[in-house]
Every structure is written in structure tokens, then in C-alpha cells.
């Protein structure tokens, strides 16, 4: 992405679709997701959380805003770093603790990490680690839903790079041909691990790509919460009449490296500068401190106890004892 | 190497004495007949069974396999598809995932390279990672021996019996293939189901009318001996029996062992086979290097080595793709005459 150095920061352009409540609600899974990320650093750093960990400060707003969007029926299939859409799809904090850190009682008994879980009864079905691969996945759900009558969506992501595999063709013209209530949320955060978006493709917009699918498509400010709120709904509402799917690209920035282990130093110093001063929560701290909808006592508070909850959550898995090791010998078929 | 020069044996004629006992009427159906009575049982049956594949509702497939099928059924549960085979795979996987049992056609088994990924990474790790099954079959014809060229005759089943999670089923009989199909679109698992397309007309034998079902990891004594076992599946059961018909005519009695499924596999009955009658071949149309037949071989010689007079000798595809002319097809593909070679050196040890 060019970077104009004069750029001005835009305000929140607020949803009008959006209760005051709402928009308390949705800061907190923000808070929530970016301190769940500040944890898992740290338990990276002590020893304490093995494998990789994949940071996703600079995608709050755009993991929160969509998941958001969607209704009590409709089902997410989050990527890596779609952490806040666990929580906004009611995950607790000791069942993710317990899948990130391998331990017993882990709803993937171990057998795998990070958000790759599903959890049927939230409606949550993980991703793997070949990117793009969940997006015929994910249509087929709905696929499965349509041909029973019932009218719900699937939501799921994909990044700057994972937009170059042949399964986000595949997957996205047949979303589009069979007219699925199907939204792909491409999160645009300039790396895919070292490549720029110059490496991994020519077109101006991914969202482009749409028109090729006969899809909607757009591309929006990814660190605007409210704009990727909006946006999605309007994707949902259109999947829910039978217009099929959408292809939203939030703009926005991956702020560390693709895993822990990565110093990120191939991202040049102004370019972290100019999406640091774009932080989304920080915006939208900004913006609902402005329209007096939550004081700095309020943010305070609610850090605070967010905080709180995710290192009780820690303190109660890191007690607990990986699975045991005939658990990796069982399961490999369902009866 | 075998010498060309023996007349060919015919793969008719031999007496086919099957051990299942059927107890409803009976048609005589083609082993493509079969299939598609299996699937139109099943989807008559449990409206969550349903078709994706590329050309199968107007056009009824490549092969004609699902002939009329959308008439009876509609579109929407004979989905012509887009060429996507990972999206015809993943979006099968996603429906078995919200409650559907979907079949979904590979035109020819080959292209399943194609869908790989979802059937190696997503389908075959879900049970384990998740505890979720993927009741969907992805099937297809496989197999060379029609002039088809190195992308429309490939064997691959070896790949996905190596991939864990994933069930692997050959049928070489119309009646297998009908109740196999039956069982594989009833299995919680996914499950890959070649079907040799060589047999897809060429064979015809009474097949149980109405609902029949022949258990996934069930091996089949086709024909009983004492000399030597053959060990086989798909199109080189034909050739073992072809075999097995001349061999008995030099005295030698043969046991052929049809195993119909690699993935499980029926190991308790391929033992009991070679403890029974001390020598072993191993017969299989797909090529020799880690091939399944290898693994076949290696089971034997870990649980029943002190049973065997003689090494165990595999007949297998060569180490090639499947050629175009028929003189290099004919030299790559095994057939009833290299069996026979193979068998009558296991004799001779």
C-alpha cells in the first residue's frame, strides 16, 4: 500500500444500524482480543506457550466488525488471526486457553493448536493451516442449508496471500454460481509473512476480483470497526435475500510478524508509524470517548477486569496436564 | 520379466462362486448398473444423501453413470458443478459437516489430484482434530486398459491409504460395488471409491435387489485353495481368477482373496489365507513402488512369516504412468497372464 504522508487519519464513520450498547459490546471484544494477544506473546516468550503464535493486533476491527455482523443462525469459520470473532461468537476464555496451550480438556484433545478447533454449538469451525482452503468449506455449509430451506450465512477470511491459492478461485466462483449465502472477508494487512502485496498480486483492489465472479465486492478501511460492521451487514442481508455472496477486503495492518518467531524487519519503520497512528482500537477508543458513550474510567475498568479474566483463565490451564499420550492414538475415524 | 507369447487368457469363464448369501431377488446388472442402483437406493432412501460432480445431471456423466438421474431426484441433489474439483470436494465436506451425506463424482479418478488437499488435509484430519465426521464419498472411475493416456487410467488409491483418515474401497464385482457403495454413503468417515472403469460394462452378475450392504474392512475368499494365495483387489481380482482357472488345470489350487477395501483392511483374513496355504502373490493393477500391495507384504511377513514356503512375489503396474499405445499400456499394466507367470514361479520356489 502507498503511504501519503499527509494522509489524515479519517474519524469513525458511525453505523447508523448500531445501539450504543452495541458499540460498548464491540469495543470489548476488541480489548478482549488485543490483550488475549498481548498474553500469548508474553506465554510465548516465558516458554510457556509452544508452536507458533500468530499475532493479530491491527485486525480487531476487522474480526470483530464482521462476526458482529452476523445473526444468532449464521456460522464463522475464523482464520488465525480472527481471534475477536471467537469471542463475539461467545467463546470463553478457558476453552480457547485450553486449545492454545494443548492441555487435557482441550476441545482438539490435543491433536492440534491455536483457533483450529470447532465448537458445533457456537457455530465456530476453525481453519487450517492451508490458507484458502476453507472457502469451498464454508460454502458448502450453507450449500447444505439452502437445500434444507433454512436461511443462513457462513462467514470466513482469507488474507493478501491466501487470496492467491486456487481454492479461493475455486471456492469463490462456486459460492457464486450456486448464488450461496456465502461472505468472504479478504483481511488485506499488507504481508503475507515477508511478501508485500506487490509480490503477491497485480490488481488494484483483491476486491476486484468480485466483478470476475459476477459477486459483490468492495474494499473498506479495515481499522474502522463501524465501516467493516456495516459493510458485512449489508453482505449478510444481501446472502439472506439470495443475492449470493461478497467479497469485503478490510484494509489494514499486520502490526508484528506472521508468528512470534518474526522480527518483522523487512516492514520499513513509516510504515508501522502510519498504521500505528491508525491502531483500531485506538480509533475507536478515540471516537466513543468523544461521543461521551464510554468514559476513560470505563475503558480503565473494563481493561482491567478483561485482564483479569484472561489470567485466570491461563492460571487454570497451565495447572492443568497435557492430554495423555494414548489420546494420539485414538480418534483417527468417527464410529 | 514375463514372456508375451502365451495365448491370452480370457477374463470370462471362470466360475464365480460368491460366498454372500443374498436373500432378496436378484437382477443382472453391470458393475456401472450397480453403482447407480446403489446410489439411487440411497438417495430414494435418506434425503441427505446427494450428487455433485462435473456433467452428471443434464449430460448423466461421463460414463452415463447417472443417466435420468436429476429427472427423479432434481437439480439440486444432482449438482452439475463448475471443473473446481477442490471446490466440488470442500463444498461436499462443508454439507457433510451441516448434516448432508454427499457423493461427489471425480469424472475420472485422476482429476482427484485436483481435490487432494481437501481430501488429504480438511475431510481426513477432521475426525481426528475435531471429533466431527464427513460422511461423504468422493468416487470416480479409475484404471487403465482402455487406451485412455497417462490422465485418464491412473491407480492412486495407494495415496490416500497412506493419508490416515481417509477409508479406500475397490470393488472388482458389480455386487460389491453396489453394497460397498451402500455402506461407504452410510459411513460417518470419508471415504475415496474407486471404480474400475475397465469393469464399468465389462462384467455382469446378479446383484441383490433393494437394500444390500457389504461391511467396509471386509476381505472376500472368491475361491477357496490350498496351494497358494493371491492377494488382490479391482481389476487384478480378475486376473487372479483367470489365473487360478488355468493353474488348476496344471493341478495347482488356488486361493484368490479379494481384500474390496484397503483402508480398513480385513489383515485377520489375508493371514489366515497365507498361514493356510504358505506361499503368497500379490496382485494389484496400480504401480509397484509403495503400492498397497507393499504394505499387504509387509504384514504377511511380520505376522505370518513362519508360515511361508516361499517369498512373497507381487504382480503390479510398472513404475510408470499408464502409457497411450496399447503395446506400452499392454507392457506397463499387469494383466491375467503376468499372474500367471508370477504364480507359476511362486510354485516352482
Redesign the interface.
Known amino acids: 500500500m502507498k503511504l501519503k504522508k499527509s494522509d489524515k487519519i479519517p474519524p469513525i464513520k458511525p453505523s447508523k444500524r448500531l445501539t450504543n450498547d452495541q458499540r460498548i459490546s464491540m469495543f470489548r471484544f476488541m480489548l478482549q482480543a488485543r490483550e488475549f494477544d498481548l498474553a500469548m506473546q508474553r506465554l510465548n516468550r516465558q516458554g510457556r506457550a509452544f508452536g507458533g503464535v500468530y499475532s493479530q493486533t491491527g485486525n480487531e476491527a476487522s474480526s470483530v466488525g464482521s462476526a458482529f455482523a452476523l445473526g444468532e443462525k449464521d456460522v464463522l469459520f475464523p482464520m488465525h488471526r480472527n481471534i475477536g470473532g471467537h469471542f463475539v461468537f461467545g467463546q470463553d476464555l478457558n476453552t480457547l486457553m485450553l486449545a492454545f496451550l494443548a492441555r487435557e480438556g482441550s476441545?482438539?484433545?490435543g491433536?492440534?493448536g491455536t483457533g483450529?478447533?470447532?465448537d458445533?454449538n457456537k457455530r465456530i469451525?476453525g481453519n487450517?493451516s492451508?490458507l484458502g482452503?476453507?472457502?469451498?468449506?464454508?460454502?458448502?455449509?450453507?450449500?447444505?442449508?439452502k437445500?434444507?430451506g433454512e436461511n443462513v450465512v457462513?462467514m470466513t477470511y482469507i488474507g493478501d496471500g491466501g487470496s492467491q491459492t486456487?481454492?479461493f478461485h475455486?471456492?469463490m466462483?462456486?459460492a457464486s454460481?450456486q448464488k450461496l449465502p456465502f461472505i468472504l472477508i479478504i483481511e488485506n494487512n499488507q504481508y503475507a509473512y515477508s511478501s508485500p502485496n506487490s509480490v503477491e498480486f497485480a490488481c488494484k483492489h483483491l476486491s476486484d476480483r468480485a466483478l470476475g465472479y459476477g459477486c459483490h465486492g468492495e474494499t473498506i478501511d479495515g481499522t474502522d470497526v463501524e465501516i467493516v460492521y456495516d459493510a458485512c451487514w449489508k453482505a449478510a442481508e444481501r446472502a439472506r435475500r439470495g443475492e449470493g455472496p461478497s467479497i469485503i477486503e478490510t484494509v489494514t495492518m499486520r502490526m508484528r510478524g506472521h508468528a512470534e518467531h518474526d522480527d518483522f524487519s523487512y516492514v520499513p519503520r513509516e510504515e508501522l508509524e502510519y498504521w500505528q497512528k491508525r491502531d483500531p482500537i485506538d480509533r475507536y477508543q478515540n471516537f466513543l470517548l468523544e461521543k461521551k458513550i464510554l468514559t476513560m474510567d470505563d475503558i480503565t475498568a473494563m481493561r482491567t477486569t478483561l485482564i483479569e479474566e484472561i489470567r485466570a483463565a491461563i492460571d487454570y490451564a497451565v495447572e492443568l496436564p497435557f492430554p495423555p499420550a494414548e489420546e494420539g492414538l485414538k480418534?483417527?475415524?468417527?464410529? | 520379466m514375463f514372456c508375451f507369447s502365451l495365448p491370452m487368457i480370457k477374463i470370462v469363464g471362470y466360475v464365480f462362486d460368491s460366498q454372500l448369501s443374498y436373500n432378496s431377488t436378484m437382477a443382472q446388472l453391470t458393475y456401472l448398473e450397480a453403482i447407480a442402483d446403489a446410489l439411487r437406493f440411497e438417495m430414494r432412501r435418506d434425503e441427505r444423501v446427494?450428487m455433485m460432480g462435473e456433467d452428471i445431471a443434464t449430460y448423466g456423466g461421463a460414463f452415463k453413470l447417472t443417466k435420468n438421474f436429476h429427472e427423479e431426484f432434481g437439480r439440486?441433489?444432482v449438482l452439475d458443478?463448475?471443473i473446481?474439483?477442490?471446490?466440488?470436494?470442500?463444498?461436499?465436506?462443508?454439507?457433510?459437516?451441516?448434516?448432508?451425506r454427499?457423493v461427489a463424482e471425480m469424472q475420472f479418478m485422476d482429476f482427484v489430484t485436483c481435490g487432494f488437499?481437501?481430501i488429504v488435509?480438511?475431510a481426513g484430519?477432521t475426525?481426528?482434530?475435531?471429533?466431527?465426521?464427513v460422511p461423504m464419498v468422493v468416487r470416480g472411475p479409475s484404471g487403465g486398459g482402455v487406451g485412455a493416456n497417462p490422465f485418464h487410467s491412473r491407480n492412486s488409491e495407494a495415496w490416500f491409504a497412506h493419508a490416515?483418515?481417509v477409508?479406500v474401497v475397490c470393488p472388482a464385482f458389480p455386487a460389491d460395488a453396489k453394497g460397498l457403495m451402500i455402506a461407504s454413503i452410510r459411513d460417518?468417515?470419508p471415504v475415496v471409491f474407486y471404480e474400475h472403469k475397465g469393469l464399468y460394462r465389462k462384467i455382469k452378475e446378479e446383484v441383490p435387489e433393494g437394500e444390500y450392504i457389504v461391511p467396509l474392512g471386509k476381505a472376500n475368499v472368491i475361491r477357496e485353495g490350498k496351494d497358494m494365495s493371491i492377494i488382490c483387489y479391482g481389476s487384478a481380482v480378475h486376473f487372479a481368477l483367470a489365473a487360478a482357472e488355468e493353474l488348476s488345470k496344471e493341478g495347482v489350487s488356488v486361493e484368490v482373496v479379494d481384500i474390496r477395501t484397503l483402508v480398513p483392511f480385513d489383515e485377520e483374513t489375508v493371514l489366515a489365507s497365507a498361514r493356510k496355504t504358505n506361499r503368497v502373490l500379490i496382485a494389484h493393477e496400480a504401480s509397484l513402488t509403495a503400492g498397497f500391495g507393499g504394505e499387504i507384504a509387509a504384514r504377511i511377513a511380520e505376522k505370518a512369516f513362519e508360515y511361508l514356503d516361499a517369498p512373497i512375489l507381487r504382480v503390479a503396474g510398472y513404475d510408470a504412468p499408464t502409457p497411450f499405445a496399447p503395446t506400452l499400456e499392454k507392457a506397463v499394466l499387469p494383466n491375467a497372464e503376468k499372474v500367471l507367470m508370477a504364480a507359476r514361479k511362486l510354485m516352482e520356489y
Not at chain 1, 469451498?136 to 455449509?141: D, K, N, R
Not at chain 2, 473446481?84 to 448432508?100: D, R, T
Not at chain 2, 475426525?127 to 465426521?133: N, P
Open positions: 476441545l482438539m484433545r491433536t492440534d483450529h478447533y470447532a458445533v469451525y487450517i492451508h482452503a476453507m472457502i469451498p468449506v464454508a460454502a458448502g455449509f450453507v450449500l447444505a442449508s437445500m434444507r457462513s486456487g481454492e475455486e471456492g466462483n462456486f454460481v480418534g483417527v475415524f468417527v464410529d | 446427494f439440486q441433489r458443478c463448475p473446481s474439483e477442490a471446490a466440488i470436494v470442500g463444498a461436499a465436506i462443508g454439507a457433510a459437516l451441516n448434516g448432508m454427499p488437499n481437501q488435509n480438511v484430519t475426525a481426528y482434530r475435531w471429533g466431527l465426521g490416515s483418515g477409508k460417518n468417515n
